[in-house]
């Protein structure tokens, strides 16, 4: 069927009226989330400062309970205002050199601890020869690689996480493999988007909102990356990204 000129015209109005509408929800909820991030962070601060006095020794539980909440509600926070400033195109990227072996041995760091208290095995290793510097933004490199181990970590109960990098060209590809809960395959694409989750028996009583994935996967095309997904249910995840880690002007062969 051919569309009328009218019709044509009232469906790009609609189309225009929604653009307007997304936009102004994705800057309403940018500014809400740094509005609430200060009076937030100060809490926070009190807490840490209560939580150094001997003499309330007795309330710690409850203080460290306030802590942990008040941390949860800011990385949710961060999580909402990372979200609208991709979608609001705002979100700026800051590349610098950075040595690769350093930025790997925090990582390490970082999740040995929760993953021993699962009593997981938690790996980094290399897959052939890598770069001893890489150029990118490697913080927001280090944000996605987090919600990707953070993932494996909270949806596997018994086994490993190994993480693997390995270099393509310019190109650092780094792999993700649980031996967790696994994802059904009709619901592969629907994790990316923001606040979706796959329901079952484990993951209701994990927290999380929903958020990570749908960050991860935008902050890698905004890195000119590209990210795959394989899961096999009851068997595991792999999830697998690649990062572009040259500046226009170093040659591959300064990197090898
Ligand atoms: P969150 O972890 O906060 O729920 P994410 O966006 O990081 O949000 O993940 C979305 C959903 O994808 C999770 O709720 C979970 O159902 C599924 N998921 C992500 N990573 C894994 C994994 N490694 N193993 C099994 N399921 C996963």
Not at 3 to 9: A, C, D, F, I, V
Not at 152 to 173: M, N, P, R, W, Y
Not at 212 to 227: K, N, P, R, W
């Amino acid at each position: 069927y051919a569309l009328s000129r009218k019709e044509l015209t009232n469906e790009r109005l609609e189309r225009l009226r929604v653009e307007a509408d997304n936009r102004a929800k994705d800057r309403f909820l940018a500014h809400l989330s740094h509005e609430l991030r200060t009076p937030l962070t100060s809490i926070m601060g009190y807490t840490d400062l209560l939580l150094s006095r001997k003499e309330l020794d007795n309330i710690k539980p409850e203080l460290t309970i306030i802590n942990n909440n008040s941390l949860h509600l800011l990385n949710l926070l961060n999580d909402v205002l990372d979200l609208s400033k991709i979608k609001a195109n705002t979100l700026s990227l800051s590349k610098e050199w950075l040595s690769l072996n350093s930025f790997l041995v925090d990582l390490q760091s970082l999740f040995q601890m929760a993953a021993r208290k699962k009593n997981l095995c938690f790996s980094i290793t290399a897959r052939g020869p890598l770069p001893d510097k890489i150029y990118n933004d490697t913080t927001r490199m280090r944000q996605v690689l987090t919600n990707f181990i953070y993932n494996a970590i909270k949806f596997t109960d018994e086994g490993s996480i190994k993480v693997e990098l390995e270099l393509k060209h310019t190109q650092l590809h780094v792999y993700i493999k649980d031996t967790g809960i696994g994802i059904p395959p009709e619901n592969l694409k629907r994790i990316f988007k923001p606040f979706e989750q796959v329901q079952n028996t484990t993951t209701k009583t994990n927290e999380g909102a929903g958020l990570g994935l749908a960050i991860s996967s935008a902050l890698i095309e905004l890195l000119g990356g590209g990210l795959t997904v394989e899961s096999a249910l009851g068997q595991g995840s792999l999830f697998s990204f690649y990062v572009d880690i040259l500046n226009e002007h170093t040659s591959p062969s300064e990197i090898q």
